[in-house]
């Protein structure tokens, strides 16, 4: 149970909501940003007294019942409701995880898909393999090994990394990462890979350690997703995220949005 994230977890699910998000009144001097304690704990069937306590990081371990309680009160999505749980210690660890081993019918999946980028990612954001045309859109972080390889890394300490996307993009990129990265920390139970490099991301770039206070989680799982290529111009790609058969690791398939049609002719449509 990692109880000071458990608490600043609450904390934050509380103050972004409103009372009418949940059906209360307003009232007329609410100086509280979002639910009071009372509100949340009246919501979940629970005493103000326990609530408080867990939100001081002094509580003991909540039950799972508990837990559903306090994410419906709380109006959190799947993700968020996963981590909650994960952050009480409730969570069930990765059976066997795969790390760099990559399966075989995955590797054949990456050569004999040609023209469709195609990436095998870690959860903690490693890039383990690519296809050509992959390799051939997104360098420089393609190609990399150790550190640099992991996505989340180059993003945030590697200026050239952003270049291929619009400015308007990258709040949003990075804290989908973030969240995403966030989510993946928990589910593996703090291990000290996972401990390594969010350590080592919040030395090394302000933004992140900035982004990770916020205490968003959401897994990235589908995207718009738009480069700049220095010979083919602005490409646009929906990118979807697959879990492989060792959840540990990422399927992101990277496909061109289908076109509208086109306008039926005026003299066409009177007919």
């Keep these: 149970m990692n109880r000071s994230d458990l608490a600043d977890f609450l904390r934050r699910s509380r103050a972004r909501l409103r009372p009418s998000d949940v059906g209360l009144p307003e009232g007329p001097r609410r100086r509280t940003p979002g639910l009071r304690r009372e509100e949340v704990a009246q919501l979940s069937g629970m005493s103000s007294d326990y ?43 990765i059976a066997r995880p795969a790390g ?25 954001g490693y890039l383990l393999a690519q296809n050509a045309i992959a390799e051939a859109l997104f360098d420089p972080v393609c190609g990399a090994e150790g550190e640099g390889a992991n996505v989340v890394w ?37 291990d000290a890979v996972a401990a390594r490099l969010v350590r080592r991301l919040r030395a090394h770039s302000d933004e992140f350690a900035e982004l990770w206070d916020l205490h968003e989680v959401g897994v990235y799982r589908s995207y718009r997703l738009r480069v700049r290529h220095p010979t083919t111009g602005t490409l646009e790609f929906d990118v979807e995220t697959l879990l492989t058969p060792a959840s540990d690791q990422r399927l992101r398939i990277f496909t061109v949005p289908p076109q509208p049609a086109p306008p039926v002719p005026a003299e066409r449509e009177s007919r």
Excluded at 60 to 65: D, F, G, T, V, Y
Excluded at 104 to 112: D, I, N
């Design 51 to 93: 609530y408080m306590r867990l939100e001081q990081a002094r509580s003991p371990q909540p039950s799972a019942q508990m837990l559903a309680a306090l994410a419906r009160a709380l109006r959190l999505s799947d993700d968020e409701r996963d981590h909650l749980h994960l952050l009480a210690g409730h969570h069930a660890p």
């Design 100 to 124: 760099e081993l990559i399966a075989p019918g995955v590797r054949h999946l990456l050569e004999q898909v040609r023209d469709t980028p195609v990436q095998v990612v870690s959860d903690l």
């Design 154 to 190: 180059a993003w945030f300490t590697n200026p050239k990394v952003r270049e291929p996307y619009t400015p308007q993009e990258w709040n949003k990129c990075s804290r989908h990462q973030v969240a995403d990265l966030r989510a993946s920390v928990a589910r593996r139970g703090g």
